[in-house]
């Protein structure tokens, strides 16, 4: 099964994130923020820059892309085994008996893509400030490095 799935950018190039360990959102860039960023391998794990926990790279989807990436995958295998019966059906028919597969599924609506509000703003830590993250406005920090975790006030 071949799905496609993009998540939205903000206009600066910023993916939103949720903290599976306080449960508030941020967001961090999208790929290389810049060429020193370009040159440093990925880590296994990145901080909340709010409660500064470490976490898997996979863990960080918001509730929203869950619901969207279930939203979509969800009508696709529909789709498919909905199909994968016909064909069943249809095989099994011969001369004397035959076989309908009469209906369908209740295929679900396609979600509506994301769209993402260029909110939040912009926070580099002193010791990776090549990795910027974006914070809501309404908390004051001290904010955590996504990269090594380490506190530091704006
Ligand atoms: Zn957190
Ligand atoms: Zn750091």
Excluded: N
Aim: hydrophobic content about 30%; glycine content about 6%; proline content about 10%.
């Amino acid at each position: 099964m071949d799905i496609q799935m993009t998540f939205p950018l903000d206009h600066d190039g910023f993916l939103r994130r949720e903290c599976p360990h306080c449960v508030r959102q941020f967001k961090w860039h999208h790929g290389p923020a810049s060429q020193e960023a370009e040159q440093q391998s990925a880590p296994a794990a990145y901080h909340c820059p709010l409660c500064g926990q470490p976490a898997a790279m996979g863990s960080w989807w918001t509730q929203k892309q869950l619901d969207y990436a279930q939203g979509i995958t969800v009508p696709a295998a529909v789709r498919e085994i909905e199909q994968e019966l016909r064909d069943g059906f249809r095989t099994a028919s011969s001369k004397h008996v035959s076989f309908e597969f009469k209906g369908g599924f209740d295929t679900p609506e396609v979600p509506t893509p994301l769209t993402e509000p260029d909110d939040m703003t912009i926070v580099a830590s002193p010791c990776h400030s090549y990795e910027p993250v974006k914070v809501p406005e309404d908390t004051s920090g001290p904010y955590h490095c996504l990269v090594c975790g380490q506190a530091f006030a704006v």
